[in-house]
């Protein structure tokens, strides 16, 4: 009967030290009620409470926790539906108001970050949602942040994980792709026309400047060259004339140079002869000529007014 007695005993004790002593670990935070009304947050450590009158309503965890955002449709600017999932971040910062200010912070910040999320997607195309990832998750952390305030919790950050556009939008995307690569590649190809042309311009453009850059010195060069010739032909001709005006000033030169020109005379007068069809004279012969013509006619006009002629 005492074995009993004691038992029981040692099970009341342990009972009561159950509810005096607790241990909280270090991840967690605690919130200690004292009939039915907040009374502390317990950090990790050992503490006492008093049996029967405190007790631990509320356990939080103290790391950084992370929920998945499920799926959900959304709808774009340009009218697109895509379904978004993603991953929120969060700590809680407050244990009582965590406790007290919301029932469960958990599925809130999920519902709100859905919320957000919605809106935040209906601002943008789908191009942009896409390209603006990091924005649009910025843009969901500041709003879930400020809405949870009062919930004794902070959002650290928002990741969107998948953006997947439904069926009718991903061949609508296809098609509006494969035309987007045949209007790049018929620019492409534009452009090397374009460019192929301006380089064959370019090289006519330079063949007809080093043609005509070769032809003008061809000029300049036959210009200098006939200028030297004229020069030459003229200083040559200047020589002459100066000797032969030096020659014609010694005893006998004027005589030299009139048998010189009567020679050169004779010499073309042969010529012009030779190659002739009719026959030219000088005129000095042509007046001789005449004269013995004009005699012979006088002289037949005297035999015929004369009777019987002359014999």
């Known amino acids: 009967m005492a074995l009993t007695y004691l038992l029981i005993f040692f099970l009341i004790i342990a009972f009561v030290l159950w509810n005096t002593i607790i241990i909280v670990p270090e991840r967690e935070q605690c919130v200690v009620e004292r009939l039915g009304k907040f009374r502390t947050v317990l950090c990790s450590g050992i503490h006492f409470l008093v049996p029967f009158f405190d007790r631990v309503a509320y356990t939080h965890e103290a790391r950084e926790q992370v929920f998945d955002i499920p799926p959900q449709t959304c709808i774009t600017q340009d009218n697109m539906q895509v379904l978004i999932d993603g991953l929120v971040y969060l700590k809680v910062t407050d244990p009582k108001l965590a406790s007290y200010g919301i029932g469960d912070y958990k599925n809130a910040s999920i519902n709100l970050a859905q919320t957000t999320m919605r809106s935040e997607v209906g601002k943008l195309t789908l191009s942009k949602a896409f390209s603006e990832r ?165 002289s037949s006009t005297i035999s015929s007014s004369i009777p019987g002629g002359i014999r």
Do not use: H
Not at 177 to 182: G, I, K, S, T
Not at 205 to 226: F, H, M, P, V
């Open 134 to 298: 990091d924005l649009l998750n910025e843009k969901i952390v500041r709003e879930v942040d400020i809405a949870s305030d009062s919930w004794g919790i902070k959002v650290l950050r928002y990741e969107i994980k998948n953006i997947r556009p439904s069926s009718n939008v991903i061949s609508t995307l296809e098609k509006q792709m494969e035309a987007e690569r045949e209007k790049r590649a018929e620019i492409t190809l534009a452009e090397a026309d374009k460019e192929n042309r301006i380089i064959l311009s370019e090289g006519e453009r330079t063949e007809s400047i080093n043609i005509s850059e070769g032809e003008k010195q061809k000029r300049i060069n036959d210009a200098l060259g006939r200028a030297k010739e004229i020069e030459l032909v003229s200083t040559a001709s200047a020589d002459g004339v100066r000797l032969v005006a030096e020659a014609i000033n010694l005893p006998g030169g004027d005589m030299a140079v009139k048998l010189q020109l009567v020679e050169q005379f004779i010499n073309e007068v042969g010529k012009i002869m030779d190659k002739s069809k009719i026959s030219v004279v000088p005129a000095e012969m042509a007046n001789i000529k005449g004269f013995f013509e004009g005699a012979s006619k006088v």
